[in-house]
């Protein structure tokens, strides 16, 4: 089973690690602190105000059960959860996703640094993971996740 | 009518533009962008993990109105969405809060240096506003919506 994301990207179970009727959830390619995931609406549409009301509430219950789960196996005490909406917002692939971040006491020395490094981290020229080391992560983190949708 | 934000303030129809049976909207004392404002549960509730389902859905179903709202009436082009849950994460009020922040072509000579304003916004020593700005603010906010819980 395939899930796009955007028009030019698709991703299988090598990312994905949850899906319900409406949504999904994968690991990232440059994460800005492990355990940094997106969940997104199935359907590819670019702005939150796009979205149905179906459409919210399953993509927002699933932002909790994902955020629980991150949390608590990525050992984290809080979570930043953030929507890029639009171009002058940051958006760089045109469709709606929640970064969901782990966050621990000290992680950066200011703890809204974390906020440059999203900016930057789907920009700049660091390296990506590899396919395994994703594919690893995913298969990890399905094991706490019924996959309703697959 | 008066809504509890964290377990120390009130607020009332002087900052509160909407409200729905679960969820209120207020503006902001210390905005990081004109037309920068919050949407609350109504219930005191720490953490994103804590809100029953109901809550979530009214929740984002009144972020999307708001957002339409805040969007089109501070003439933007795109929404930041934001939340801070938990202490490490930058959260200072004990209350799932969403910010929403209109967004414009070169509002910031970084796109996301918003998110270091956010992070200032209420530890710095800027003064806050008025309340009398802030009720005419909200006063005409709440035009746009019909106060079903008031």
Same mark, same amino acid.
């Given at each position: 089973?395939?899930?796009?994301?955007?028009?030019?990207?698709? *991703?299988?179970?090598?990312?994905?690690?949850?899906?319900?009727?409406? #949504?999904?959830?994968?690991?990232? *390619?440059?994460?800005?602190?492990?355990?940094?995931? *997106?969940?997104?609406? &199935? &359907?590819?549409? !670019?702005?939150?105000? $796009?979205?149905?009301? !179906? $459409?919210?509430?399953?993509?927002? /219950?699933?932002?909790q $059960?994902?955020?629980? =789960?991150?949390e608590?196996?990525? /050992?984290?005490?809080?979570?930043?959860?953030?929507?890029?909406?639009?171009?002058?917002?940051?958006q760089?692939v045109?469709? =709606?996703?929640?970064?969901?971040?782990? &966050?621990?006491?000290?992680?950066? $020395?200011?703890?809204?640094e974390?906020?440059?490094?999203l900016? !930057?981290?789907? !920009?700049?020229? &660091?390296? #990506?993971?590899?396919?395994?080391?994703?594919?690893?992560?995913? #298969?990890?983190?399905?094991?706490?996740?019924?996959?309703?949708?697959?």
């Amino acid at each position: 089973m395939t899930f796009s994301f955007g028009s030019f990207i698709s *991703l299988t179970g090598d990312e994905v690690f949850h899906s319900t009727r409406l #949504s999904f959830a994968f690991v990232n *390619l440059k994460p800005v602190v492990p355990g940094h995931v *997106l969940v997104c609406p &199935r &359907r590819v549409v !670019k702005r939150y105000a $796009e979205l149905s009301f !179906k $459409e919210i509430t399953d993509l927002f /219950k699933t932002v909790q $059960e994902v955020g629980i =789960v991150i949390e608590r196996e990525f /050992k984290a005490t809080s979570l930043t959860f953030c929507i890029q909406d639009g171009p002058d917002s940051g958006q760089t692939v045109d469709h =709606v996703h929640v970064h969901i971040i782990p &966050r621990k006491k000290g992680d950066y $020395e200011n703890s809204d640094e974390v906020y440059t490094e999203l900016a !930057k981290h789907d !920009k700049d020229g &660091r390296p #990506s993971r590899s396919l395994e080391e994703m594919a690893k992560e995913a #298969s990890w983190l399905s094991t706490f996740f019924r996959l309703e949708g697959r």
